[in-house]
């Protein structure tokens, strides 16, 4: 029997929506889930902001499922709620489909939610012997199984260094492609033995599974998480109205530093140093509303302990394009 999922924790909620709210506070102003999961998040937004209009996008189509019932259970009706089936970084489409040329807050909850993990025929955990797939949409072509099946050694090595940081990945990905000479890897358990037997003893000693990166990597193969991620973070800045907020959690560093440098962009000037006039077309478009990357308390890791690899960074819009 496949285990309950536990109740649904939104990460950094009160903090997300004490960001965000204040480019929401007009009546009618558009919100963007990115990521909507199981809508917590927008919930919370909801809560302090009840005048907005909510646009949900999500890839996989359970969470618009589990989402659509907690804005039900929650009242949320009263709310215009549009939910989409797409992957985040088709946002620009999503929005002007409706209409829209401009947003007020875009919200991106990355990563794998706890959901995911703890529905076993997603793939997703190294602790359960389960199929591999992990894939976020569960229609999509890709799995988990395809790739370590399918790719040659150097392209896993590549995988699970880049994706992964993994610092045995040649040596996993050797191990895997023998493996698979005598028999195609199809569940999660043979994958965590593979690389248990591949990885040096010591590696095995420091209290991590070491299968956790590999997972990590191939996940965000099989998704094309950052790939997306490139062309989503540009895409919902440009559709933020003066004043319209977004905000970036990450769980890992990868998307992190991508969304450090796509923000730090956006706040600097473009303008050649020594200019004695800055044109107005250099001025930074953003202004950043977070110190760094603000973490989760103590007392919320506690409670939710995915919150401990949670990395916040929000900004917002000061200047529009120029003509």
């Excluded at 992190?256 to 706040?267: E, I, S």
Aim: net charge neutral; aromatic share 2%.
């Amino acid at each position: 029997m496949d285990r309950v999922p536990p109740p649904h924790l939104p990460v950094m909620a009160d903090r997300v929506a004490a960001l965000l709210a204040p480019a929401l506070s007009r009546p009618g102003a558009v919100l963007v889930d990115a990521t909507l999961g199981a809508g917590g998040h927008t919930l919370a937004l909801a809560a302090r902001c009840p005048d907005i209009r909510v646009i949900g996008i999500d890839r996989d189509p359970n969470a618009l499922a589990i989402s659509q019932a907690a804005f039900d259970a929650a009242g949320v009706p009263t709310i215009p709620v549009t939910l989409v089936h797409a992957v985040f970084d088709q946002i620009a489409t999503v929005v002007s489909g409706l209409g829209l040329d401009r947003v007020d807050a875009v919200l991106f909850d990355l990563g794998l939610s706890s959901m995911q993990i703890d529905t076993d025929e997603r793939g997703f955990a190294y602790s359960r012997d389960v199929e591999l797939d992990m894939r976020m949409d569960p229609n999509a072509n890709l799995n988990a199984a395809d790739v370590v099946n399918t790719y040659s050694m150097d392209s896993l090595a590549r995988v699970l260094r880049q994706y992964g940081d993994e610092p045995n990945a040649r040596r996993i990905a050797q191990a895997i492609v023998r493996r698979r000479e005598q028999k195609a890897l199809h569940r999660t358990g043979e994958l965590v033995e593979t690389i248990s037997q591949a990885v040096p003893a010591r590696s095995r000693r420091t209290g991590r599974n070491p299968a956790k990166r590999t997972f990590q990597a191939l996940r965000i193969e099989v998704n094309g998480e950052l790939d997306a991620l490139h062309q989503a973070l540009p895409a919902a800045i440009g559709l933020l109205g003066l004043g319209g907020r977004i905000a970036v959690l990450a769980y890992h560093s990868l998307e992190d530093r991508m969304a450090k440098r796509v923000l730090v962009a956006g706040a600097s000037s473009s303008a050649p140093v020594g200019l004695p006039v800055e044109p107005e077309a250099t001025k930074p478009r953003l202004r950043l509303l977070t110190r760094g990357a603000e973490r989760a308390s103590e007392a919320e890791i506690t409670a939710n302990p995915r919150a401990a690899a949670a990395r916040l960074r929000a900004a917002e819009r000061i200047r529009n394009e120029a003509a």
